[in-house]
Nanobody, 121 residues
């Protein structure tokens, strides 16, 4: 199983970014997917997750209303649309795949390599 995250970059406060995560080696539509992030000196935290069908989504309070998770099962890809970015969103963002929806990283056995998002003030 491989997950390849992309789309990170350096942006200014209020800008938008869309992260993508392409998966291979798994029956994509049967897996829940999550996005997590880790800022320097901080623990990894949950950002958003989506069920295999795409019907059920859940967000961390800190990103609710600004971030949107979605998936295209035909393309084996999950997205994280990030709008109204803030400096506190600066982190390495990771995508993860697991057998059921969860906000706990330990429930996801498969992880991508991470993509850096930096938001300047």
């Amino acid at each position: 199983v491989q997950l390849q995250a992309s789309g990170g970059g350096l942006v200014q406060t209020g800008d938008s970014l869309r992260l993508s995560c392409a998966a291979s080696g798994l029956t994509f539509g049967t897996y829940a997917l999550g996005w997590f992030r880790q800022a320097p000196g901080k623990e990894r935290e949950f950002v958003a997750r989506i069920s295999g069908s795409g019907i059920s989504t859940n967000y961390a309070d800190s990103v609710k209303g600004r971030f949107t998770i979605s998936r295209e099962n035909a393309k084996n890809t999950v997205y994280l649309q990030m709008d109204s970015l803030k400096p506190e969103d600066t982190a390495v963002y990771y995508c993860a795949a697991g057998p059921f929806v969860s906000v706990s990283g330990s429930d996801y056995p498969y992880w991508g390599q991470g993509t850096q998002v930096t938001v300047s003030s």
